[in-house]
């Protein structure tokens, strides 16, 4: 029995053994676990201060299991975590517009913002592991994809300069004119709940009935799937080792969910961050087409540019908005 599970632990899946997936599987769960059932066991608003806390918490995690990674795996490993990290993490901040308009649109009241933000977490997780299983898939047994996925982000990267002061129309989002062609909806939030039971109107008998934190749920995770369609891509551009493109992608997206609270009061300080990302974007894509040319650019060289354009495009958001008002 105990040869066994040695055995089934050290099988390899994935580029890498069981013990290592399980290891990290676990830590994910305890760290939604501590969130949920110990931080959040109420439904509360949640502060500037203990958003920002709470975010160092999940990237110092992050950073050390990174260390770990560069530990264990090797430099080259380590400095691609990290560069897939600060990829994601930064493309994900895109995502904080989106959701801080969907939680506007619906009315969510602060103090239940954080239930649905912390379900959704449970989809990122499941969706991002089926597309990061069928791209890695895909990547092995046609390597020349790896150049769809550069020209796709070189072609995205230019679209998000272009559209950069464009804001996405909620109403007119193909997902919520279906949930509300197909389900009843409630005109406000019923607490916390995503469904209730109520008498419909015209019959009088009890149905169910789903509610805005419902359609502001699905529409943050519909969000996510068409952010990964970019962000996925682009850690496949730096590795194509599926454990370090899904453990940087999760670690990033739990970090950064944190920080929503924090994020949501300054948005309108980071306006020039999409011409950065952008541009993340197509160096990123460029990448994949130069290796035949100039060779593979080296890790470290990879994360010093992302670096540089990110904080560059932080550094001049906030100097530009000096003085703006929220």
């Known amino acids: 029995m105990t040869q066994d599970l040695f055995q089934f632990l050290n099988t390899s899946f994935l580029t890498q053994p069981v013990w290592i997936w399980l290891t990290f599987i676990s830590i994910v769960i305890a760290l939604l676990a501590f969130d949920l ?70 009315a969510i009241p602060r103090q239940y913002q954080h239930r649905v933000l912390f379900w959704g977490i449970l989809g990122v997780i499941v969706l991002r592991a089926i597309m990061i299983g069928l791209g890695a898939t895909l990547v092995s047994q046609f390597s020349w994809i790896l150049y769809l996925f ?6 995205t ?35 916390n709940a995503f469904f209730i039971h109520k008498p419909d109107p015209q019959t ?15 529409l943050i995770e519909f969000a996510d799937l068409i952010f990964a369609v970019d962000s996925v891509p682009a850690i496949f551009a730096i590795t194509t080792d599926p454990f370090i493109v899904y453990t940087s992608n999760i670690f990033a997206i739990l970090g950064l969910r944190a920080l929503y609270f924090a994020l949501a009061a300054m948005i309108h300080r980071f306006t020039y961050l999409k011409y950065a990302l952008s541009l993340v974007l197509v160096f990123i894509g460029s990448k994949i087409f130069l ?36």
């Open 150 to 155: 550069g020209a796709f982000l070189v072609f």
């Open 37 to 106: 059932g110990v931080l959040h066991k109420d439904d509360r608003e949640i502060g500037v201060r203990e958003s920002l806390m709470l975010s160092a918490g999940y990237i110092a995690v992050a950073l050390i299991f990174g260390a770990w990674v560069w530990w264990y795996m090797g430099a080259t490993s380590g400095m691609e975590y990290y560069t897939g990290f600060l990829i994601e993490k930064s493309l994900s901040m895109d995502n904080v517009f989106v959701i801080a308009l969907i939680f506007t649109y619906f």
């Open 291 to 326: 290796v035949g040319i100039i060779g593979k650019i080296p890790p470290v060289i990879s994360l010093t540019v992302t670096f540089g354009l990110i904080a560059g495009g932080v550094l001049y958001s906030l100097y530009k908005t000096r003085g703006a008002s929220g």
């Open 204 to 218: 009088g008998k009890m149905v169910r009935w789903a509610t805005p934190l419902f359609f502001a749920l699905c």
């Open 157 to 191: 990267g230019i679209k998000m300069w272009i559209i950069a002061d464009h804001m996405p129309d909620i109403a007119q989002n193909p997902l919520l004119r279906f949930l509300k062609k197909h389900l009843r909806v409630t005109q406000t939030v019923e607490s």
